[in-house]
Structures are given as structure tokens and as C-alpha cells.
């Protein structure tokens, strides 16, 4: 069983580029199993001849597969620095627009937790450092399920521990059981559906524009093989300012072909910045 | 007896419980004692009950005869009144004292004597009186009385009235104030019969019961301390004093239940409670006659108290026996406990090292056994850490000294010595040798004879093969095992060979030999040690290899210490020749540049020289040619020459600077390929056409041999038809009157080879590579003979490199030439980087400035490109400069321009907004194509940005709506993510001045686009600028 689905798992990274291979073979077959059921392939052999003739399929996988647990301020020392030396440095280098407006991209936003701490952070910058600060956040995922619950906004209890007490207070309105991110955060925060390895498009269209100051590309790569990664990172290079920043997740690295363009400037917390300054 | 409660005492509490013996002392003492208090007190328990029933019976008894006593007692005492009464004495005297006859004094003198007397002998009555029959006292043995009037008339009145005995229940005599008793009983007339009217007075006798009954009754009951005879009447009034209240007499109202009982007529017997409130056992009667109750009673505690200590006595009897077996069974079990004492003893004091311990045997049959095999184990015991203490012996030998000469000595000895034996020796197995050499003896004085043995034969080989002990025993002394020691030689008794093998591999052999017979059981010891052995000579031996390889690595150690230091050395002189390279290649790529960028300069220069020189010329060629046409008159022949040689001149030049300006342009990089999938016959044939004046002229055959292929290339028509023309030009140029040129192809995999030959003058070999370069023909001769600008060549080079072809000539000096060049058939995604050409793609650039991906490498490249890197501030591709050279726009101030933002996303209008008016643009903006229709037709804006798909109206309809007023001046800019179709495209080009998709550029360049649009008019290059890309 668990070869076949071993083997399973490398067509999948063949046909499709998503690295499954490091998913335990339990878990992956109990979600397989599920698209299985919904497609009404009965063998691997189906499904796989199945995914090759739909490339629609892809996303329902993808979707199926991956995990979206998070909560607000995850790795909270990243958002530390974000909120003390990173967006305020990138702020300032804007400070010679008029009106400076920062632009944000999350590519890989799943429940938006990220977004919206992100987008806390922002407004308190706004409020006790950069009156006036523009910001335009933009956050796509290939999930479209995701991407309504994230735009929705309503988070349980336990998405918030991490959640400053002033701050869910000022953000936030509750809802029951729930809390609901407020119109102020909203208001700056922008969705959008985008697949990172197959859109023609260069940026995100919801994003209007192809140039990012900070791009958050968290726990995204670590779902694609090497040369899928390369492509995402051409991408995301193409989209970036100078200066920029781009953060990965906490166990993903920078890949070869980006080490020559980026450095890391936070030891171990995966934040990189343009090497030209 | 002393000695059991010392042991007794000597057990500790929890001994008590947790030993043998104290647990069974412990179920016996119980088992024993419970049995005697359940018995004492079944016993007490019978014996109350058999005093209680004998006490019943014979208080019952009593009571009986006391009562018959009583009965009797008053029986006897009404007999003697009535006696008395009727004595016929008494009846005479009585009549003459009534009748105070004579003698009467007499007369009641001697009655009185009788009564005295009477009264004297009875003892028991107190008064004795002899009345009248209206009570007066006739006669009384108390002489006081007489004549007295009894004051208790119905003493006299019963008798009188009934004429028999009257019994006077008890009353307190007025005299004496005691409880008393009066009998009376009439006294008649002498000789009559008993009739009431012969009544002539009263006999009464009178009792104090108290002194009378009461020793009566204490003499029929023994009544002891606590008991008590008790009269009461209906009443229940005691009829005597109380024994425990003096002067109680028929003063006091028993309120018992015996005494109520017996005044109720009930008789019985049983326990109650007397009148002090005590619990007496009591019996009760009725005495009919005088309606009394009787009550004998005693106290419990009295009756029960013998009985009782009768009981006591029992239980102690039985503790006491209780007692008695518990200490029987305590000794009893001391002797059986004894010999596991020992045993216990023996056990501990082996456990703490004294081996030496045993017990002593004997004992009933098990016990014995016991003892036996106690004895057997610590002797088991005691031979197994001989054992290991030998074994230890041998092992600090084996560790003493890794070695091998050391630990082979100190071995040998400490084995011999160790297992009893008087010699000893060591072979170590030589490998080169295949020979066990001797390398350490104990005990012989010169050493072995034997010096080297052979591991494979004799007694010594077998061992060996079979990994065996080989022992020898009761040796002949004269045999060849005498053995010199320094006590003397010495014959042994046994002799062991014992080989040494560490896995598997043979490491020596150990001799021994004693003087007494070994025994069998040693063998597995020794083999044992053997194997130990073996292991740290084995040991002993990798050491010995290990240090020399130690050594020898020393030495190789500081050699390549040594090398390394030189290594370091030399590096570092690499390190800085490195940095020196590094600066040198720095400078080069920083002239490089200046290089590039002066070649684009020039390039520049050029296309805008010849654009300024062919303006006057082509006056000076119009002008002329008017002239020469006579325009002005017929020209005198000199000056007719004269135009003649401007108009040439100027044409020349005029090709000249063409051939410039093409070049130049294809050096800035500006040339664009309208590359398309197409036949050459056709531009080829255009060529031809052109060419054919000039060849006719020369009377040159021209042969196409492609007119019959059925051929595809991908390139621009327009180009590849100058190529021809070029090439063919030439060949008919460089051709003699009569010529031949020919023109073929030859079709490879990817591309096409095109020749073109000819058998003109040819080209020497040492220019064959030079006539591709500007201004360069073969002979500097050749211009004046055959005219050309010496471009073409260089010009038809760059432009098949362009297609990413080759181009090169093969020459027979003087024979002709033939030039080949090739076309693909298809894409290239990149033109060979030996060229020199600056084009969009040989621009210098990182990996990341490719376009991403293979499809997209094959989109037209007339379009703009994608955006590049960082900021994206430029465009590949044709007209980027153009695009972002401002000096070339001349737009409006952006304060005067008002825009029209339409789009149905919040989000997107707010940051337009914000970005647009940070520019500073007026920017109104809508979510609906309605208002956007309304609010363009009502007010002018400059600009237009229109989103394609809107929930109410499309951007499509707004577009058409708006098209519909031609007086609107707006310029509309489609900005959307919507993919467009082709046919979608074209229906927008139409009524737009820019499409641009989202996502598609950066933000500054779109702020150009905006920019640029101000001072651009419909249908200028903007249009050319689409943004979409598919």
C-alpha cells in the first residue's frame, strides 16, 4: 500500500510539479482518497490518467492536500521585526513620494491570518510613527475556498492567542463565539485568486501592478519541487521593488538561483532583501 | 521458664508478626484464649442460671413452711383462747365475779393467777383479760386493768354477737403503740350449750406480733445479711417493722410487686426490686385465715455472690491452662525453629564472607537433609569464588601490561602459580613462520628445550585442530618431560597444552605442567582463561602494530605539516593574484560598458546625421534631375556633363547614406523583424525583379533554382527580400558582361542554406574575411570600378544574424564567388552571442530578465516585452526608448489633466486614486459604466481608464456607447485582467488609445504610459504599444 502510494505521489510531482514527497504516506492517502471519491477514479492508476486529462483537477488536489492551520502572529519575533526595522526602513526609503503607499503582496495567503496581522501592524505604524502611510495589501492563493474565508475575516479563539489584548480591542469586533477583523484592517487588504506555477500573467491582476515592496511567500515552496521553486522565484523577483524584501516560511530557504539577488538580512527568521540598495 | 519470656520479650513487635514463629504463637495464643473466655463465660453464665432455679426451689420451700407456720402459729393461738374460754374454770369464776358472789375475789384471784400463769408459760402474749359483756375488765393477769373499760369495743362485740372466736387483724395497741393481735372469744355459762344468750362475757388474749412472729419466722429462714421476711395485709401495709426502716410497723405501704402480689392472694416466686429499690429473688404467699401476704426475699448480690466467685475461679482455671499451652507451644516451636535459625545464620555469615561457615548436621531426617544441602551449596559456594578469585588472579596478570613481552610473563607465572602448577610456557604463534615460538616460561630454570613447536603435529597439532585442552597424565617419571627447576629437575604428573585462539585464529599455545595429577573439571577453567588470553595477546598485538603505525603517521603527519605551510603560502599568492584579476575584470567590464554605450551613441549619431543629410539631398538629386529633364531648357553639352556627374554623385551618396542609416539602425538595436512563417520564392522573386534591369544590362543569366521548392522559413519578408537583393546585386556587379549568376537552397533540419554564385572577378583569400566589415571591399580600387558603398555586405551580415542565420563566402579568386547563408525554419530563442549586433536580446542580462518560460519565447517580439527586473524601468523590445525619452513627448502639465477612473473594485479606485493624485491628476472616478457614460459626456476628461468587466454594464459596452459621440475627445485607456480574445482585441484597438492588462507592468511604468498619452494623439506610436500580451 504504501508503495503505491509512493509511487502515486512521484507521478503527482511528475505530471504536476507539487512535491508531496515529504507528506506522511498516511495522511497523504486518507486526503487522496477523498478526490478519489469525488472524481470516481476507484484505482491511483484512474486518478492519476484522470489528473493528466484535467488540469482542473490540479487545484482541488493542491486544496485537498495542503494544510491551513495558522493563527495570528505565527513566528511572532518575524512579525517583531516587520513591524521594528522592516517597514519602517522600507517606509522611509518611500518618504521622497509624496504620498507614499506601500505595497504588499502575500502570495500563498490561506486563511489570511498573516494578512491581517500584517495589516494590524500597518495601521499601527500609521498611527504612532507614519501619519498619512498609504499601504495596499494584496493577498492571492490558488484556493478559492481559502480565499473566501479569509476575506470573510472571522476567526476563532485560538487563531487570536497570540493576538495583543489592545489590539483586539481595536481591530477586531466580536461575533459570538468569533471574532471579525474590523472595516479599518479590511479596508487596506486586498484578494485575489492567482496560481503562482501556471498564470500567464506576471503579477496577480488584482494586485494592478507588478512591483511589490515586501512579498510574503510563506510556506508555499515547500509544496513544489526545485525547478517549480525556480520558476516561482523568477516570478517573484520579477514583482519586487528596489529596495524589497521577501519573506519565506520558516523552513523554506532560498534557492540557488536567488542567492546571488537577495540576501538574508534577519539571521534565521527567512526575511531577504535586495542586494542592491 | 525464665528463658521463654526472655525469648518470649526478645521478639520485636514486628518480628512478632512477620516471623514464623511469632505468627503461629500468635493464632495459638488466640485460638487458646478465646476458647477460655468463651468457656468461663458459658460457665459463669450455667452456673447463675443453676443458683437461680435452686434458690427459686428453695425459697419456694421456705415460704411454704413459713407460711404453715404462721397458719399453724394461729391456729393454735385461737385453740388456746377457746381453751381457755371454755374451761369451765374460768366460766364459773367469771359467773361469781359477775354476780360478786362470794368468794369472787377469790375467785378472780386465782383467775388471775391462771392467766398469770399461763401468760408466763406461753411467753407469748402480753395481755390476757377477761371482759364482761359491756367490756369491762373482770379479770386481767395485769391487775391495773381490772375494771377498766376496753376502748376496742369489737374485741367483746364480734364474740358477743357471732358467739365464736373473733381474730382481730393487727393494730397499733393504743398502750403499747406496737402492731398487735387480739384473739377473743365468748365465754359461756357454765354447763350450757353454746348459745349466744348464754354468753356471760369475753376471753381476749393480746400479742405483740413483733416480738412474737418476728424470731419465728427468722428461725425458720436463713435470711443472711440482705434477707427478709415480710407480713403485709390487704394493704400492703408491713404489718412489722422493716428490717431496713425501724419503727415501720403498720406504718408503712409496701409499693413491691412480690408484697401487692401476695396481699392480691397470688403466690409465687421470682426477681424484683424491694422497697429499698435492691434486686432481691423473692417468694410470696397468702395465709388465707388472716389475709396476709408473705414475702421472703434476699438480695441478688447475696445469693448470687458465692455462685459467682465459684465462676471466677473457673475462668482464671481455664487462662490460666490457656497460658499453660500457649508456653508449651512456644517451646515447642523454638525447637522446631532452631535449626532454620542456624540455617539463617549460616546463610548470612557466607553472605558477608565468611565462606568457611557451616552447620551442624544432624537432626530428624528432614532437618538433616536441610543442614546437608546447606553445607552442599556453601561449599559449591565457596569452590565458584575460588574460582573467580583464581580467574581474577589471572585477569590482573592479563591487564597488567599491554606489552606483549610483559604480559606474556606476568601471565605465565600467574596462571602456573594461580592453578598449582610448577611449570609453565608460552608459544606465540609466529605468522611468517607458521611456527609457535616460545616467548615466556615460569619455573624452568634454563629455560625450554623446545624453542619453536609446529602447530600441526603431533599430540600438540591435534589439540590445535580440535581447539582442544591435550592433557597428559601419570607420566612415567623417566620420560622426556623431566623438567629442570631450580629446586631441581622435577617429573611431571600432567602435562596441558592448551591453544590460544581469538576468533577463529590461532594466537599461541599455553604448556603447563605440575607435579600432581589434574583434574578433568579444570579443563573448562582453563579454557576459559585460555580464551581471555587470547583476546589480550591479540590486544597486546594490534598494539604493538597500532604504535608502529602511530609512529610511522608522526612522520607522515609533520611531512604533510610541512606541505601544508607551502600550501598556505601558495594560496595566498593566489588569493592576491585572484583580488588583482577581479580588479582587472572590474575595469574591463566598466570600459566594456563606456564601449557600449559609445557604439550606441555613434550608432544614434549616425541614424540622425543621415535622416539631416538626406534632406538637402534629396534637393540636390531633385534639382538635378529637373535639370537634366530639361525642365529649364536644354542644357549646353558641358553642363548637361556636369548635372550628369551631381546626379550620380548624389545618388550614390544617397545610397550611401541608406546603407548607413540601415546599418546604424540595426546597430541601435531599432531594427525590428516582422518574423513570420513564409515561402522565400517570394521575396526572392521581388528581388529579381528589381535586379533585372541592372543584369540585363550586363547580358548576366540569371538561374533561380527555387522556384519549384515548396519551402518555410521563419523571417521578415522585407528583410530576407534585401538579403537577395544585396547579395544578387553584387554578384551581378563583381560579374563580366555575359556572366552567370545562380541562386540555390538546401534544406538542413532547422534551417535553410541560400547560395548565390557567381563567375565574376572573386575575392582574394586574405580578404575573404575582412568584406563582411564596414566600408571594406576587396580592393579599395573596386568602388571607383564598380561603385557600391562597401555597406552591403556588412548590412545583409547583420541582418541574417538578425534572423540568427550565418552568412560566409567561398571564393576562387578570379573565378567567382559563391555566398551562403542560412535561415531557420524556426524559433530561435537566442541569436549566437559571438554577435555584435546590440539587440534587445543581447542586451546584458541575469538569468531573471528571460522570459519566463518556453511558450512565451515564441510570442511575437514586435510586442512589448515583459516587464524586467527591479523597478522594471525598461522595455525590451522595438520603441522603448522612444516610449521613455519624455523630451519626446510634449504633454500638459499633469494638473490640467483630468481623468475618468471606472472600475467596480473599491479597492482598485482607492489606489488609483491615491496614486494618480499623488502624480498630480484630477482623477473622478465611478464603479458603473452608466455613470461613467453620464459623468465623460457631461464633463471633458483627458483620460479615460475603463476596467472591461463591470457587474451592471461592460466595459465593452461602455466603449461602444462612447464611440457612438465622435465628439468626444477623451482618450480611453482599457486597464482590466480580463484575457482578451483576438477578435475582443481588435473590437477594442479600435476606439482605444491603450490596452493594458493588470498585473501586466509595474507601477512606474504605467505612470508613463499615462505620462506619454497626454501629449500623444490618437494613432501615434502609442498605439503600437498595446500591453497585452498572449
Known amino acids: ?277 | 521458664m525464665k528463658n521463654f519470656w526472655q525469648r518470649f520479650s526478645d521478639i520485636a513487635p514486628l518480628e512478632m508478626i512477620s516471623s514464623f514463629r511469632g505468627r503461629l504463637l500468635i493464632i495459638i495464643s488466640l485460638i487458646t484464649i478465646v476458647i477460655a473466655i468463651s468457656s468461663g463465660i458459658i460457665n459463669y453464665h450455667l452456673t447463675m442460671r443453676t443458683a437461680r432455679d435452686e434458690f427459686q426451689e428453695s425459697f419456694s420451700m421456705m415460704s411454704n413452711i413459713l407460711k404453715s407456720d404462721i397458719e399453724n402459729w394461729i391456729y393454735e393461738r385461737k385453740f388456746e383462747v377457746v381453751s381457755m374460754a371454755n374451761n369451765p374454770l374460768v366460766q364459773d369464776a367469771l359467773l361469781k365475779i359477775i354476780n360478786k358472789e362470794t368468794g369472787y375475789e377469790q375467785s378472780t384471784n386465782d383467775l388471775q393467777v391462771l392467766l398469770a400463769h399461763f401468760a408466763q408459760n406461753r411467753g407469748i402474749y402480753d395481755g390476757m383479760i377477761l371482759l364482761d359483756t359491756n367490756g369491762r375488765v373482770m379479770v386481767s393477769e395485769i391487775i391495773e386493768y381490772d375494771n377498766s373499760l376496753i376502748l376496742i369495743e369489737d374485741i367483746y362485740n364480734r364474740p358477743l354477737e357471732t358467739g365464736e372466736v373473733y381474730f382481730k387483724d393487727v393494730y397499733l395497741s393504743p398502750n403499747t403503740n406496737k402492731p398487735t393481735i387480739s384473739i377473743s372469744a365468748p365465754v359461756f355459762a357454765p354447763g350450757s350449750s353454746g348459745e349466744i344468750q348464754n354468753i356471760i362475757g369475753v376471753m381476749s388474749f393480746r400479742i405483740t406480733i413483733q416480738e412474737v412472729l418476728e424470731p419465728l419466722l427468722a428461725s425458720t429462714a436463713n435470711l443472711g445479711a440482705t434477707g427478709e421476711v415480710v407480713l403485709v395485709n390487704r394493704e400492703g401495709i408491713s404489718l412489722m417493722d422493716l428490717r431496713h426502716r425501724p419503727g415501720s410497723g403498720l406504718k408503712y405501704q409496701l409499693q413491691t410487686e412480690a408484697s401487692a402480689r401476695a396481699a392480691r392472694g397470688e403466690e409465687g416466686v421470682g426477681e424484683f426490686k424491694d422497697y429499698t429499690g435492691a434486686q432481691v429473688l423473692a417468694a410470696y404467699r397468702y395465709i388465707s385465715d388472716t389475709g396476709w401476704g408473705l414475702v421472703v426475699k434476699k438480695g441478688q448480690e447475696e445469693i448470687f455472690a458465692p455462685w459467682r466467685a465459684k465462676a471466677i475461679i473457673q475462668i482464671v482455671v481455664d487462662i490460666g491452662m490457656a497460658l499453660l499451652i500457649i508456653m508449651l507451644c512456644s517451646i515447642l516451636l523454638n525447637g522446631l525453629i532452631r535449626p532454620l535459625r542456624e540455617l539463617t545464620e549460616g546463610a548470612l555469615a557466607i553472605s558477608s564472607g565468611d565462606l568457611d561457615k557451616r552447620v551442624v548436621t544432624g537432626g530428624t531426617i528432614e532437618i538433616a537433609a536441610l543442614r546437608q544441602a546447606f553445607n552442599n551449596m556453601a561449599d559449591n559456594v565457596q569452590n565458584r569464588i575460588d574460582d573467580k578469585n583464581k580467574f581474577h588472579e589471572v585477569l590482573k596478570a592479563l591487564l597488567f601490561s599491554i606489552d606483549m613481552n610483559t604480559l606474556l610473563r606476568v601471565t605465565v607465572e600467574s596462571v602456573a602459580r594461580t592453578y598449582g602448577y610448577q611449570v609453565g610456557a608460552i608459544y606465540i604463534c609466529d605468522q611468517e613462520q607458521g611456527l609457535l615460538v616460545l616467548s615466556a616460561t615460569y619455573g624452568a630454570a634454563k629455560g625450554f628445550s623446545i624453542q619453536k613447536i609446529s602447530p600441526t603435529e603431533g599430540l600438540i597439532g591435534e589439540a590445535i585442530k580440535n581447539k582442544e585442552i591435550s592433557v597428559l597424565r601419570n607420566i612415567p617419571s623417566d620420560s622426556e618431560y623431566v623438567i629442570e627447576t631450580f629446586t631441581g629437575p622435577i617429573a611431571p604428573k600432567s602435562v596441558l597444552h592448551i591453544p590460544l585462539f581469538f576468533e577463529e585464529q590461532l594466537q599461541g599455545l599455553l604448556a603447563l605442567a605440575s607435579i600432581n595429577t589434574s583434574e578433568d573439571e579444570e579443563n573448562d577453567v582453563m579454557m576459559m582463561v585460555a580464551d581471555i588470553m587470547a583476546v589480550a595477546i591479540n590486544q597486546a598485538r594490534i598494539f604493538k602494530q597500532t604504535q608502529k603505525m602511530s609512529n610511522r603517521l608522526q612522520v607522515l603527519n609533520e611531512e604533510l605539516t610541512a606541505q601544508n605551510e607551502e600550501l598556505k603560502t601558495q594560496s595566498e599568492e593566489l588569493a592576491a593574484q585572484s583580488e588583482e584579476l577581479i580588479a582587472q575584470r572590474r575595469d574591463l567590464e566598466d570600459k566594456n560598458q563606456a564601449l557600449e554605450r559609445a557604439t550606441q551613441h555613434k550608432s544614434e549619431f549616425l541614424a540622425k546625421m543621415s535622416h539631416e543629410l538626406r534632406t538637402p539631398l534629396n534637393a540636390i538629386l531633385g534639382f538635378s534631375e529637373a535639370l537634366l529633364d530639361n525642365l529649364f531648357g536644354k542644357l549646353p553639352n558641358k553642363q548637361q556633363e556636369c548635372i550628369e556627374d551631381i546626379h550620380s554623385s548624389g545618388e550614390h551618396l544617397l545610397g550611401l547614406i541608406n546603407d548607413i542609416l540601415d546599418l546604424s539602425k540595426i546597430e541601435a538595436g531599432r531594427t525590428d523583424l516582422a518574423r513570420d512563417h513564409i515561402n522565400p520564392t517570394q521575396p526572392l522573386k521581388e528581388a529579381l525583379a528589381i535586379i533585372a534591369t541592372e543584369a540585363g544590362k550586363k547580358n548576366i543569366i540569371i538561374e533561380n533554382k527555387l522556384e519549384s521548392e515548396d519551402l518555410l522559413i521563419y523571417a521578415d519578408p522585407d528583410k530576407l527580400k534585401q538579403i537577395f537583393l544585396n547579395l544578387l546585386s553584387n554578384a551581378i556587379k563583381f560579374s563580366h558582361n555575359d556572366g552567370f549568376v545562380s541562386i540555390d537552397v538546401e534544406s538542413q533540419t532547422d534551417y535553410l542554406e541560400f547560395s548565390v554564385a557567381d563567375n565574376g572577378i572573386g575575392i582574394p583569400p586574405d580578404k575573404k574575411r575582412i568584406i563582411f566589415e564596414e566600408f571594406k571591399q576587396a580592393d579599395n580600387t573596386i568602388s571607383r570600378e564598380y561603385g557600391g558603398t562597401g555597406l552591403g555586405l556588412t548590412i545583409t551580415h547583420r541582418l541574417v544574424e538578425l534572423h540568427g542565420g550565418h552568412i560566409w563566402v567561398e571564393s576562387d579568386f578570379g573565378h567567382g564567388s559563391i555566398f551562403k547563408f542560412t535561415i531557420p525554419k524556426h524559433t530561435v530563442s537566442r541569436i549566437t552571442a559571438d554577435t555584435s549586433i546590440t539587440t534587445s536580446e543581447a542586451a546584458p542580462a541575469s538569468d531573471f530578465s528571460e522570459v519566463p518560460t518556453e511558450e512565451s519565447a515564441s510570442l511575437d517580439e514586435t510586442t512589448v516585452k515583459a516587464p524586467k527586473t527591479g523597478g522594471g524601468r525598461k522595455y525590451s523590445g522595438n520603441n522603448s526608448s522612444a516610449l521613455l525619452e519624455p523630451s519626446i513627448c510634449k504633454h500638459l502639465c499633469p494638473s490640467d489633466i483630468q481623468i475618468l477612473l471606472v472600475d467596480d473594485d473599491k479597492h482598485v479606485r482607492d489606489y488609483l486614486t491615491t496614486l494618480l493624485e499623488s502624480k498630480g491628476y484630477h482623477v473622478t472616478s465611478t464603479d458603473n459604466g452608466g455613470q461613467a457614460i453620464k459623468i465623460a459626456l457631461q464633463e471633458h476628461h483627458d483620460i479615460i481608464i475603463l476596467d472591461l468587466v463591470m457587474p451592471d454594464m461592460s466595459g465593452f459596452k461602455v466603449l461602444k456607447e462612447l464611440s457612438e459621440h465622435p465628439g468626444l475627445k477623451s482618450k480611453i485607456v482599457v486597464f482590466s485582467a480580463k484575457d482578451l480574445t483576438d477578435d475582443e482585441k481588435k473590437e477594442i484597438n479600435r476606439s482605444t488609445h491603450l490596452i493594458y492588462g493588470k498585473g501586466m507592468l509595474s507601477q512606474d511604468e504605467f505612470l508613463s504610459l499615462i505620462e506619454r498619452l497626454n501629449g500623444s494623439d490618437k494613432g501615434d506610436s502609442v498605439e503600437n504599444h498595446t500591453s497585452y500580451r498572449r
Open chain 1, 1 to 277: 500500500m504504501d508503495d503505491d502510494i509512493k509511487k502515486l505521489v512521484e507521478e503527482i510531482y511528475f505530471i504536476t510539479g507539487y512535491d508531496f514527497r515529504s507528506y506522511r504516506p498516511e495522511t497523504f492517502q486518507r486526503r487522496i482518497s477523498l478526490r478519489m471519491m469525488d472524481t470516481k477514479c476507484s484505482t491511483y492508476q484512474d486518478y492519476l490518467i484522470f489528473l493528466k486529462n484535467h488540469p482542473a483537477e490540479r487545484e482541488p488536489l493542491v486544496n485537498s492536500v495542503t494544510i491551513k492551520v495558522s493563527h495570528f502572529f505565527r513566528n511572532p519575533l518575524v512579525f517583531e521585526v516587520l513591524y521594528n526595522e522592516v517597514l519602517p526602513k522600507v517606509i522611509t526609503s518611500k518618504m521622497s513620494d509624496k504620498t507614499p503607499q506601500l505595497r504588499i503582496w502575500f502570495a500563498g495567503c490561506a486563511g489570511g491570518e498573516e494578512v491581517y496581522s500584517t495589516a494590524i501592524l500597518i495601521r499601527e505604524l500609521e498611527n504612532k510613527r507614519f501619519p498619512g502611510l498609504k499601504a495596499f495589501l494584496l493577498a492571492t492563493d490558488i484556493d478559492r475556498q481559502a480565499l473566501e474565508f479569509a476575506r470573510a475575516g472571522i476567526y476563532n479563539k485560538a487563531a487570536l492567542t497570540e493576538v495583543k489584548k489592545g489590539y483586539l480591542d481595536k481591530y477586531f469586533q466580536v461575533e459570538g463565539k468569533y471574532y471579525k477583523v474590523n472595516k479599518w484592517i479590511q479596508e487596506i487588504v486586498s484578494f485575489g485568486y492567482y496560481d503562482l506555477v501556471a498564470a500567464k500573467v506576471p503579477s496577480p491582476p488584482s494586485g494592478l501592478f507588478t512591483n511589490y515592496d515586501l512579498i510574503f511567500c510563506r510556506n508555499v515552496l515547500m509544496y513544489y519541487n526545485e525547478p517549480v521553486n525556480q520558476q516561482i522565484f523568477k516570478r517573484l523577483l520579477g514583482c519586487l521593488n528596489n529596495p524589497g524584501y521577501i519573506i519565506l516560511g520558516e523552513a523554506e530557504s532560498l534557492l540557488p538561483n536567488a542567492i546571488n539577488r537577495l540576501q538574508e538580512v534577519y539571521p534565521k527568521l527567512r526575511i531577504y532583501k535586495n542586494h542592491h540598495t
